[in-house]
Each structure stands twice: as structure tokens, then as C-alpha cells.
């Protein structure tokens, strides 16, 4: 099991400053790899100008004080 599998709240970093680009609004189910291609599509489908953010974006876990002011 990878460590994405179950995160009820994972998200979009941008990679240069590791800012939050987005937060997943739902749990997390399949390999890392399926898990990360779901996260991107679905930010994706939010605006198809998103696609230039997603060409420099990983998929992460959220940490606590992100959980808990996006509660």
C-alpha cells in the first residue's frame, strides 16, 4: 500500500516553492500512481487553465495545519 492510499485530504504543491495549490476534496483510493492521476485530473476539470500549473505540480499530503484551516 502506498502512502496516499486512504489520505482523507492530499493536494496540489507547486514544486519550486511548495506552496498549496489545491486541496482533493475526496478520499484517496488505488496505487500512488492511480491516486496522483486522479488528483491531477481532477484539478484539471476545476479549469482547463490549470493545465499550465499542473505541468509543475506533485501530488502531497496535506500537513496538520493545512488540515485544519481547510476543515
Known sequence: ????????KLGLRDRETGKLIAVYPY???GTDAEIEEKVKYWYYQ???ENEEQLKNAYV???TENEMKSNK
Do not use: N
Open 1 to 8: 500500500m502506498g502512502k496516499f492510499a486512504g489520505v482523507e
Open 27 to 29: 478520499k484517496s483510493e
Open 60 to 62: 502531497d499530503l496535506l
Open 46 to 48: 476545476q479549469g482547463c
